[in-house]
């Protein structure tokens, strides 16, 4: 018999135990790995190939305060900027549902290509959106999620506005980060919530990276001493701020990984413990017979550090194959569009794993190492 065979051998001894300690390190890793990819793409929103060319402009005081009209001629004339669109979100329940599955933005249709160019859709459909006042593009994903096609009717109750809208699918857009959401003339919403004059904030379009900054700060200090002051910012700081006011998610995530790691490590630690008491005789004879210390550990550590890394193989696995392979815009409805297990997550369950083959290993060995040989012979099995 090999040393290896020797350790595998005791480390399924009692298979049903070590089963269920495999699994427990399986299911907490995966846990643990989905915690994190979570909270990364909670904390760290995808982005657009255009974003870094693209400046939101809303008001400084409040991101529900609308903004004048007439700013647009302002920000037009700014040295830098290709194109300025209103960009008003409508807050619409599709159908009878009691909550808002997607979101709906009024834009100027006619600026669609220009500022958001990653929307792809034939060139009909962009002609034909541009044309007719009440009609809409909507996102693949929700296309699909609601079996929508080109010609369908959207009817749309606002939660912001006092009205209720319908509009005409003209086409269906893809490759954007976020393929959900709908886009119709602001013009219409203008006429239809009887607040001409106003949007909710302004979509620019920078010319170049380089001329971002002058950009920004020349757009605020524009309306500096108007009555309605704005903040310009980049699309990344803009969804950045939003994270923001969810509150300190990171702690609260932080706090349920370190409860499973410290859960684990109790489970585990006792099912050594347990597998290590029933061989206290065993081990005595091999002391008997010239084995020292640090030999019996290493048996110990092999052991544990075996069954934990089997767990993180098929937990960290299981969590890689199914966030990578899946459609996770299916699988959340919608709440999260990417859920990419990146290298430093899975070398952080993977260190976790070892750490708890290391951990689970320390109260047993301390107990087999001051244990004497006649103490360990006198021992049942």
Not at 65 to 80: T, Y
Not at 210 to 239: C, D, G, H, K, W
Not at 330 to 343: A, D, S
Request: aromatic content about 8%; hydrophobic content about 50%.
């Amino acid at each position: 018999m090999t040393i290896a065979s020797f350790i595998t051998k005791n480390a399924l001894r009692n298979k049903r135990r070590a089963l269920l300690c495999v699994l427990s390190v399986a299911v907490s890793l995966f846990l643990l790995v989905t915690l994190q990819v979570a909270l990364r793409e909670v904390t760290l929103p995808p982005e657009d190939v255009g974003a870094a060319l693209r400046v939101v402009v809303r008001n400084k005081i409040s991101i529900s305060s609308p903004l004048p009209a007439r700013q647009r001629a302002v920000i037009e004339r700014i040295p830098g900027v290709e194109a300025v669109s209103p960009f008003s979100f409508f807050g619409g329940k599709y159908r009878n549902e009691e909550s808002m599955s997607f979101a709906q933005f009024a834009m100027d249709p006619k600026l669609l290509r220009k500022i958001f160019g990653e929307a792809k859709m034939p060139e009909n459909q962009y002609a034909a959106f541009e044309a007719d006042q009440t009609a809409c593009i909507l996102g693949k994903v929700t296309a699909d999620k609601y079996r929508l096609k080109v010609g369908d009717r959207v009817p749309l109750t606002s939660t912001l506005y006092p009205c209720s809208i319908e509009l005409k699918i003209a086409g269906i857009y893809e490759g954007t980060i976020d393929d959900r959401n709908l886009l119709f003339h602001h013009k219409y919403l203008d006429e239809a919530g009887g607040s001409p004059g106003w949007v909710a904030m302004w979509w620019v379009k920078v010319r170049s990276v380089e001329e971002m900054p002058r950009v920004t700060e020349a757009i605020n200090r524009a309306f500096a001493s108007s009555s309605a002051e704005v903040r310009a910012e980049t699309e990344r700081a803009f969804q950045l701020s939003f994270v923001a006011m969810w509150g300190n998610i990171k702690i609260m995530v932080h706090s349920i990984c370190t409860v499973v790691v410290f859960t684990l490590v109790l489970v585990t630690a006792s099912t050594m413990s347990m597998a290590i008491r029933e061989r206290f005789r065993e081990l005595a004879v091999l002391k008997a017979l010239g084995y020292r210390r640090r030999e019996l550990f290493a048996f110990i550590l092999a052991e544990s550090f075996g069954l934990a890394a089997l767990g993180a193989i098929i937990g960290i696995g299981t969590a890689w194959t199914l966030f990578t392979h899946a459609s996770i815009a299916k699988l959340t409805q919608g709440i999260f569009l990417t859920f990419e297990v990146t290298p430093r997550i899975i070398g952080q369950a993977a260190l976790v794993a070892a750490s708890l083959g290391i951990i689970a290993s320390l109260a047993p060995s301390i107990a087999v190492a001051r244990m004497s040989v006649v103490e360990g012979l006198k021992t049942l099995d």
